[in-house]
């Protein structure tokens, strides 16, 4: 038996890995998930080894992203999800300076969160988030950045990823 799941969720793809990372061709798409790991871990009793996935959403100063403006990718207790793409993802706008915060939309919780900003390859900001969510600040020079996530735990990874304008 095979079941597929679609949902639309922040996953990522490390920007060393799409040629095209930061520039003008990452694009939104719905991740489809193939579970038949899932399935049988089901079918076995297995699953319930395995806690609720953590979700979250990125902000921008309090602002949801678009539908065509999130991306990414990862793992979880054997499902995978692959949203890799480079085919245009809308920029969020910001202004300099602003905050980008983690919304967790589940009781479940990463074990550990970083970030990066790029302009075009090169990492202009990183750095860690508390377990909870937290956030981080924007460059505050005008430019178009991607900006990546992730949350690791011993049961997966998952990395978010969507682009900003930083515009005056």
């Not at 489809?32 to 871990?41: V, W, Y």
């Not at 699953?47 to 996935?53: I, L, R, S, T």
Request: glycine content about 12%.
């Amino acid at each position: 038996m095979v079941a597929w799941v679609t949902v639309q969720s922040g996953l990522r793809a490390h920007p060393n890995s799409d040629p095209d990372f930061g520039g003008d061709g990452m694009r939104w798409r719905t991740v489809s998930l193939l579970l038949p790991a899932l399935l049988l871990m089901a079918c076995s009793g297995g699953a319930n080894k395995c806690p609720p996935a953590p979700y979250f959403i990125p902000t921008v100063e309090g602002n949801k992203p678009g539908p065509n403006q999130l991306s990414g990718n990862g793992f979880y207790c054997g499902a995978i999800g692959d949203g890799v793409s480079s085919e245009a993802l809308d920029p969020i706008q910001a202004r300099p300076g602003d905050h980008v915060a983690i919304e967790y939309q589940s009781d479940a919780r990463w074990d550990s969160l970083t970030f990066s900003v790029y302009r075009g390859k090169e990492a202009v900001s990183s750095g860690t988030l508390p377990r909870q969510g937290g956030s981080f600040q924007l460059p505050d020079q005008p430019a178009t950045y991607a900006v990546s996530i992730e949350g690791h735990s011993k049961h997966g990874r998952t990395t978010t990823y969507f682009r900003v304008t930083v515009s005056r």
